[in-house]
Each structure stands twice: as structure tokens, then as C-alpha cells.
């Protein structure tokens, strides 16, 4: 059974550009959300998407936005890169409803703005 | 009131001791209470979990004790171990109906010495 999967693992991108991340969540999980973690620091929530819509935001700038498909799996997409926008996305899966509601965590996207 | 503070920052303990990390959080709306342990290059794995019902929750060398009243929790390793070496997060949510939106600490970076 795999658990939540990211790609890429590591990207170097330059200020002003715009990225995209991608997300398979663990099987059987319907909700994913996405948490930036700064080196040294704890994840801080971005936003979560359930059936397709975005459901909570955190306190995060329009330049980040997210969409999931059909089959769950979901993108974040950063635009206009600034350098304090380098750290490691982190994804997390659940299901809604769920009695434990656990998050499971993929191992991240390391982003590097130069 | 949405922040969880948590204390120390790193520590140092021999192999065989008792490792205490402690956390605070000021949002009453929480009730759910997890803890994250963390390696290098890894994302967060789930260690334990407590909800404000319980004052202590076991889980082999892991044990949680939660005090409602303080608005403190707390994470003890009993009999340390090397392998315990990791960055710990406690992390708290409330109940809202949607897949659980997750306040972090800022981690306890702990070294088990053998």
C-alpha cells in the first residue's frame, strides 16, 4: 500500500518564476492538504482540498493556489517565487470522517528560490 | 491564540533516560493533540495522538500527559534510545467538521547519546 507520494523531490528555481508541485495521496484517502515547513521550523498549513474544491486556507498570499482531481491527487502551484518561499512543501493525506482523522505525510518537495 | 509553543528547542539526553518535551496552546477550540517525529529528509510520521477527554495516553515508551486545565501537553520517551534521534512536533486541531487543519510547534530537536 503506498503512502503519499510527491514529486519532484528537489527543484532550484529563480525569483519571479512559478512552480508546481504534485501530490498522490495514500489509498483510500479522499482530502489532501499541503503545509510549507521553513528549515528549522514546523510545517504551517496552506490549504486543503476535498472533492475538488478548496475547503480551509491558512494564512498564506494568493500566489499560492492548489487544485485536486478526480482521483484525488492534487498540484500546488506557487506563482511570482520570492526567495523566503524556499522550503519543503510537505503533503498530507486523510480521510474525511475518519475517527482518528491522522494525517499521513509524503517526505516533501524541497523548493530553492535564487 | 492559534500558536502552540513549545519548549525546548534541542536537548541532549543519555541513552536509557527520560526525554520531556512540552507544549502550550492557547486556542480552546483544540481537541485534538498529536505528536510528529521527524528525520532528516523525511516528512512528519504520526508518533501519538490524546483528545482532552484523557489526562495520559501510553503507547510503549511513549507516553502523553495532558493537562485541560494549564493548556499544556507533554511528550515523554522513557529508556531513550539512539534511534530516537529525531526533530519532535507537537501539533494540535480543532474539531471542524472538515479533515483536521493542524497548528504545529516549532520542534524539539532531540540527540540520544549512547
Known amino acids: 500500500d503506498a503512502g503519499v507520494t510527491q514529486s519532484p523531490t528537489h527543484l532550484i528555481k529563480t525569483r519571479g518564476q512559478q512552480v508546481t508541485l504534485r501530490c498522490s495521496p495514500k489509498s483510500g484517502h479522499d482530502t489532501v492538504s499541503w503545509y510549507q515547513q521553513a528549515l528549522g521550523q514546523g510545517p504551517q498549513f496552506i490549504f486543503q482540498y476535498y472533492e475538488e474544491e478548496e475547503r480551509q486556507r491558512g494564512n498564506f498570499p494568493d500566489r499560492f493556489s492548489g487544485h485536486q482531481f478526480p482521483n484525488y491527487s492534487s498540484e500546488l502551484n506557487v506563482n511570482a517565487l520570492l526567495l523566503g518561499d524556499s522550503a519543503l512543501y510537505l503533503c498530507?493525506?486523510?480521510?474525511?470522517?475518519?475517527?482518528?482523522?491522522?494525517?499521513?505525510f509524503g517526505e516533501g518537495s524541497r523548493l530553492t528560490v535564487l | 491564540q492559534q500558536q502552540v509553543k513549545q519548549s525546548p528547542q534541542s536537548l541532549i539526553v543519555q541513552k536509557g533516560g527520560i526525554s520531556i518535551i512540552n507544549c502550550a496552546y492557547e486556542n480552546t477550540a483544540f481537541d485534538y493533540f498529536p505528536w510528529y517525529q521527524q528525520f532528516p529528509g523525511k516528512g512528519p510520521a504520526l508518533l501519538i495522538a490524546i483528545r482532552p477527554d484523557v489526562s495520559e495516553k501510553k503507547e510503549g515508551r511513549f507516553t502523553i500527559s495532558f493537562n485541560k486545565s494549564a493548556k499544556q501537553f507533554s511528550l515523554h520517551i522513557m529508556d531513550s534510545q539512539p534511534g530516537d534521534s529525531a526533530t519532535y512536533f507537537c501539533a494540535a486541531s480543532p474539531t471542524s467538521g472538515s479533515a483536521r487543519q493542524l497548528t504545529f510547534g516549532s520542534g524539539t530537536q532531540l540527540t540520544v547519546l549512547p
Open positions: 498530507a493525506s486523510s480521510l474525511l470522517g475518519s475517527n482518528t482523522g491522522e494525517l499521513f
